[in-house]
């Protein structure tokens, strides 16, 4: 049996990191706001004993030139070894060994020099030592000079664990060679084997994904901005490492979006805003590819409207598709709120959550439901608190500045709201505020309308016939 990245289910890779047919090359998304995001993509064999080696090359830096100048390294690969268990962030969390092309080493996100830097067809070669001392060494080669070792862990941590081929790219199109080429890129120390030359039962296969759509499940989450969804979200992943979830959300993007295993907030020297707006436009696609892809998903979204629930599950028929509704109290949720506003720096605005309130809806087991779970406010509870969000969304109205949005040339409602979701769904890289018309129309999408013609939207709705005068009025008087 063959070594090579990802073997079918392809669950050891990001959804935005392509292998090739050949199983040993892969390559990252690129268009754009992918271009900022790293993806990884992990071998399907590990090894726990023995001396053994792999060798990696760089065969392009794949152009970017819609990425600002002040991008801080745009073409990056980082490679080494990893548990099965570790998320595709090499280097950044516990028993994840990487060595980057900027001349760093990291693990659990400690980021120290080591060996040169290297870019486009250097080739880097990967070995790790479980004989030869009391402790597991792993080292590096660039071009066939050996760099010295690199990471050291006592067996007694690893406790029988197998560490696996990993690499981690930006902008990179990358080659491996595990064993499987007549000739080997340089010549290897004596005493290292191709882990694809190690005998099948003295490797380890790493964990296998769902084989048919039936095992898969994806999870919707679905609560208000500050609601503790993301949480549970990391936590149920955590607790569950046989599912290998995938969490897609604007965090997890973000995530994937970090300089030096920092978040971006930190360092980012644009328009966060058009960062943000990137970033969903990432997910909307990322959310499309899911659907053909047999893994087990978490929505993290806010995900309040019916129609977004609905719209969002149908092109996963076939999972098992479960609703988890995270309802705290007021109070909890004020403060949830708060303190994530202080941590990362996110403020969705009031007249954005009060629309979200007015159009609240609690999902129900159905057609594209298998099951919902109420988390903290169980349903009776919940509703009760639904009801009076509803009433507050609806009494607040839209902001007035708000009501008529020159930029689209109409004015875009349901239930005579705006429709805001900050995060996007799994139609169109729209992001941001999106024209979903109101509750039996398409909505107006015409030029410029009269001052009369918003208020006669607001006040008796979009509905197709107000539409057709409202035409009419234009044409008559335009």
């Not at 009776?380 to 607040?396: P, S, T």
Request: proline share 5%; glycine share 10%; hydrophobic share 35%.
């Amino acid at each position: 049996m063959f070594t090579v990245f990802v073997s079918t289910p392809r669950n050891n890779c990001d959804l935005h990191f392509k292998v090739a047919r050949d199983r040993y090359s892969g390559y990252p998304l690129t268009i754009e706001g992918f271009a900022y995001l790293w993806a990884g993509a992990r071998a399907t064999y590990g090894v726990n004993k023995g001396r053994v080696c792999f060798e990696m090359k760089i065969n392009e830096e794949i152009s970017v030139k819609h990425l600002p100048t002040t991008e801080p390294d745009p073409h990056v690969v980082r490679i080494g070894w990893s548990l099965d268990s570790c998320n595709t962030q090499l280097g950044e969390e516990p028993f994840s060994f990487g060595y980057g092309g900027t001349g760093k080493k990291s693990s659990n996100c400690k980021f120290e020099d080591y060996g040169e830097k290297f870019s486009e067809n250097d080739i880097i070669g990967c070995y790790i030592d479980f004989e030869s001392s009391e402790e597991v060494e792993m080292a590096f080669s660039k071009n066939g000079k050996l760099l010295g070792p690199c990471f050291h862990v006592t067996r007694e941590e690893l406790a029988g664990r197998a560490l696996f081929p990993h690499v981690l790219v930006k902008n990179c199109a990358v080659e491996f060679n595990f064993g499987q080429r007549e000739e080997a890129f340089f010549p290897q120390p004596e005493g290292y084997t191709f882990i694809q030359d190690i005998h099948l039962e003295d490797r380890v296969r790493g964990s296998l994904g769902p084989a048919t759509k039936t095992e898969c499940e994806i999870l919707m989450m679905v609560g208000l901005p500050g609601s503790g969804k993301t949480t549970w979200a990391i936590k149920h992943a955590e607790e569950n490492p046989d599912k290998k979830y995938n969490i897609l959300g604007t965090n997890a993007i973000m995530e994937k979006m970090k300089v030096m295993g920092l978040r971006r907030q930190r360092n980012y020297a644009g328009r966060w805003d058009i960062l943000i707006q990137q970033a969903t436009q990432c997910l909307n696609r990322l959310i499309q590819i899911a659907a053909r892809k047999k893994r087990n998903y978490i929505l993290d979204q806010t995900n309040v409207y019916g129609s977004a629930q609905r719209r969002k599950m149908r092109p996963f028929e076939g999972f098992q598709r479960k609703a988890i509704v995270i309802c705290p109290t007021d109070e909890d949720l004020k403060e949830r709120t708060l303190k994530r506003t202080d941590e990362e720096g996110k403020d969705v605005p009031d007249h954005a959550v009060l629309e979200m309130k007015a159009n609240f809806v609690l999902p129900e087991v159905g057609e594209f439901l298998d099951d919902v779970t109420f988390v903290e406010l169980q349903r009776e509870e919940a509703d009760v608190l639904i009801k009076q969000y509803n009433e507050e969304g609806r009494k607040a109205g839209p902001p007035p500045e708000k009501r008529f949005d020159s930029r689209q040339g109409g004015f875009r409602g349901r239930s005579n709201f705006q429709r805001y979701d900050n995060r996007g769904g799994p139609q169109g890289g729209r992001g941001g505020y999106q024209n979903r018309g109101g509750s039996g129309g398409g909505g107006y999408r015409g030029g410029t309308i009269p001052k009369f013609a918003s208020f006669v939207l607001f006040k008796f709705g979009d509905s197709k016939l107000v539409v057709v005068v409202i035409y009419l009025a234009i044409y008559l008087f335009s």
